[in-house]
């Protein structure tokens, strides 16, 4: 059995949605494939489970003693049948040599191998009429992994929403998981003609996971949209954040996007320069509301997010919606940030009473 401490930094490092492109090379010509053509959403609802016999615990470890990692990382996994258990890749691995100038300690051969993690079969599991797997009470499957195909007719593009896991291998490459069930992490992924195989890690217990036809080979999101509340009388300066898609197996270079509305003071257009094949990039687009069009508290509002080509050509629309508010109600706040240009929020709570004033020595007159 290996320890997968690379593991778990590789597959940390490599799913991210988006890969930042290099802004000082000049994007070419916009890359647009057609997009797939319609079809019904593929619910997965049969799959296997290997349940994780380790206990559950609130502490977190570098080092993770995974089979399927282990074999992941190794290169011997292989298609899982029920009633498969999963064998230590590693078994019978002669100690690595001692480092230059280095001995061998005396007792190095009578050291005892440190004892082996119990490892479960593989076994059928079948989701429940919500498409959601789970275990008994919904832990069992907790730190388990959950295999899964899904045939395909020819190949093409679908967008992965799945939630409940940590991370995803679609026909063997690692995509990002969506461990908090927040129900915003989507991806595209590439299928092939004929089965493609799905294996998921799954973080807290359950997993649901559906494919879903891309809207466009490139779009934007309506999903995990951030956008500032407007507060009345008051100028808001604060970006909106959108996730632009690239459904295509193709970089998709030279696309452009803007805020096209009277409401917000912005000319500017943003440079989405390169983006790789299959990615999800979060986006943030400058904007200042005056007061002038906030309007009264309660009052609502829709600006534009427009994504087109340096020759005009649209891609795809987006309407963002945003409320005024009042000075005294609770509120996002959006900003810039300075280290990597992305839209970032906090929330501000206005206090709604002054704390009781007392003159010093009043107390104890």
């Not at 010509?29 to 994780?52: G, Q």
């Not at 190794?74 to 690595?96: M, Q, R, Y």
Request: one cysteine or more.
């Amino acid at each position: 059995m290996i320890i997968a401490i690379a593991a778990s930094c590789a597959l940390s490092a490599i799913t991210v949605f988006a890969i930042a492109a290099d802004p000082t090379i000049a994007p070419p010509a916009v890359a647009v494939a057609t997009p797939a053509a319609p079809s019904e959403d593929v619910v997965i609802r049969t799959a296997l489970a290997l349940v994780s016999p380790s206990p559950r615990s609130a502490s977190r470890s570098l080092i993770r003693r995974d089979p399927i990692e282990a074999q992941l990382v190794a290169g011997t996994f292989v298609t899982p049948k029920a009633g498969d258990i999963p064998v230590n890749t590693t078994a019978g691995t002669a100690a690595a040599p001692p480092a230059t100038g280095g001995t061998t300690p005396t007792n190095a051969t009578n050291r005892t191998p440190a004892p082996q993690p119990t490892v479960n079969a593989w076994t059928a599991i079948n989701a429940d009429a919500d498409g959601v797997f789970q275990g008994e009470e919904g832990s069992a499957l907790a730190g388990g992994w959950i295999y899964a195909t899904v045939n395909s007719a020819t190949e093409r593009v679908m967008m992965l929403d799945a939630s409940g896991h940590g991370t995803v291998f679609v026909n063997g490459e690692p995509r990002g998981g969506d461990p908090y069930s927040w129900g915003f992490v989507r991806v595209p992924v590439k299928l092939k003609a004929g089965t493609n195989e799905f294996l998921f890690s799954v973080s807290r217990g359950r997993l649901a996971a559906k494919l879903t036809a891309p809207s466009a080979a490139a779009f934007i999101a309506n999903l995990d949209v951030l956008a500032p509340s407007l507060v009345a009388e008051r100028d808001t300066d604060g970006p909106i954040g959108v996730a632009v898609v690239n459904a295509t197996t193709q970089p998709l270079a030279g696309a452009r996007i803007h805020i096209d509305s009277d409401l917000a003071d912005s000319d500017e257009w943003v440079e989405l320069h390169v983006m790789p094949a299959l990615t999800v990039k979060k986006v943030a687009l400058p904007a200042r509301f005056t007061a002038k069009f906030a309007g009264a508290a309660g009052s609502k509002h829709s600006v534009q997010v427009t994504l087109a080509t340096r020759d005009g050509t649209v891609l795809s629309t987006l309407p963002v919606e945003l409320s005024t508010i009042t000075s005294s109600d609770r509120r996002v706040v959006t900003r810039m940030s300075t280290i990597d240009g992305s839209a970032q929020y906090y929330a501000v709570v206005p206090s709604t009473a002054m704390m009781p004033t007392t003159t010093i020595g009043a107390a104890n007159a």
